[in-house]
């Protein structure tokens, strides 16, 4: 019989460090276990928590918290230029990243150090430094929360988009991912140097996967506050898409506002800029501030509740829509 743990404080599991709780929970260490909970537990209503890197709660929860813990990492196939390896939902995606290294595979070295689950990323299609990790996704395997089947959906039918996929908009809540495949490449690796930051660093030298890793590391090191010493969702808001009218009349009174190049007819604008010109960088409302570093990221300053972080959330929101014309959608999942 598996037995959940009662009234258990979520503070470890989530990086903005937020104090709730959740009446009952369980560690998953196998997709088979997470299977046999649900199926018995129709009438509890239960979450999947992954890293916990991507959330914000706002109130305890009167249900069940499954936590995805399964750990493992297989390799499927090789050739002479690739690598297949499925990844465990539960295993943290920087170790996997740090393996990827180790083992002289590259495609993900831009990726290193985000925080959160190798489940979670596909959710939100994770993304930095000029890399998504569409471009080495395979398939994932996830259980159908209906018909309680795993299925493999693969990258064409993931729907991925900028920190957007199906998980997240026309499939939400309906499957839990239990393991994602991966195809990487072994040596001589195409290195992505592209992004701005990276590209200064190392001008005209084609760097080892390894070190385009500890730049990627030193840069978000620079910026992005550490979790486990300031409570964060790393950035809070998406990066806006708009029009390009909309920004040619925006450059009008704002001639340095940064703008970058999208898949379609609109271009993505810093939504870092936006909030920093506003002045909210660096400030402080009660327990929570905007990070003086990056504008986009809001930091727990100690015993922050969801809810504070969710007020200063809207007064963002409402100013930047007030000055700009632009709404801001969360890039966090708010609970
Ligand atoms: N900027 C400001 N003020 C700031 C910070 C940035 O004006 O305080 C402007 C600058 O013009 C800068 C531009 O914003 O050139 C872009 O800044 P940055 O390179 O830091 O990237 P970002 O757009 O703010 C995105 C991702 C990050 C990712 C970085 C690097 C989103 C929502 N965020 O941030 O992802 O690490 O690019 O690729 O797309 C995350 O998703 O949690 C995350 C940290």
Not at 137 to 144: D, E, G, Q, V
Not at 207 to 232: E, F, T, W
Request: glycine share 8%; charged share 20%; net charge positive.
């Amino acid at each position: 019989m598996l037995k959940f743990e009662e009234n258990i404080s979520l503070k470890p599991y989530n990086t903005f460090g937020i104090e709730v709780k959740t009446k009952y929970f369980y560690k998953i260490t196998n997709s088979h276990e997470l299977k046999e909970i649900i199926s018995r537990n129709q009438n509890i209503h239960f979450r999947v928590l992954g890293g916990g890197s991507n959330v914000l709660f706002t109130d305890n929860f009167k249900g069940l918290t499954l936590l995805i813990a399964n750990k493992g990492i297989e390799v499927l196939e090789e050739s002479k230029e690739n690598i297949t390896v499925e990844v465990q939902a539960g295993e943290n995606w920087h170790e996997f990243v740090l393996w990827c290294l180790n083992h002289n595979y590259g495609g993900i070295e831009n990726l290193a150090l985000i925080p959160g689950s190798v489940g979670a990323a596909p959710i939100q299609n994770i993304g930095a430094y000029g890399v998504e990790l569409t471009s080495v996704f395979k398939y994932c395997k996830a259980l159908n929360k209906d018909t309680l089947e795993e299925e493999i959906i693969t990258k064409k039918d993931c729907g991925f988009d900028y920190r957007s996929s199906i998980f997240k908009t026309i499939k939400k809540g309906k499957y839990i991912i239990t393991s994602v495949c991966f195809k990487l490449q072994k040596f001589p690796h195409n290195v992505n140097i592209k992004y701005g930051v990276l590209k200064q660093t190392f001008l005209n030298r084609s760097p080892k996967i390894q070190q385009v890793a500890a730049a990627v590391i030193k840069i978000r090191q620079s910026k992005l506050p550490n979790p486990k010493i300031l409570g964060n969702s790393g950035s809070f808001f998406k990066n806006p898409l708009v029009s390009k009218s909309h920004y040619e009349l925006l450059k009008a009174s704002y001639p340095e506002l940064p703008s970058f190049s999208s898949s379609n007819e609109q271009l993505k604008i810093p939504a870092a800029y936006l909030i920093d010109h506003l002045g909210f960088k660096g400030t402080i409302h009660g327990g929570v501030g905007v990070h003086k570093n990056q504008a986009l990221v809001l930091v727990n300053l100690g015993t922050a509740k969801g809810k504070e972080v969710l007020d200063l959330a809207k007064k963002i929101q409402l100013a930047v829509k007030e000055t700009f014309n632009i709404s801001l959608e969360t890039e966090v999942n708010i609970l």
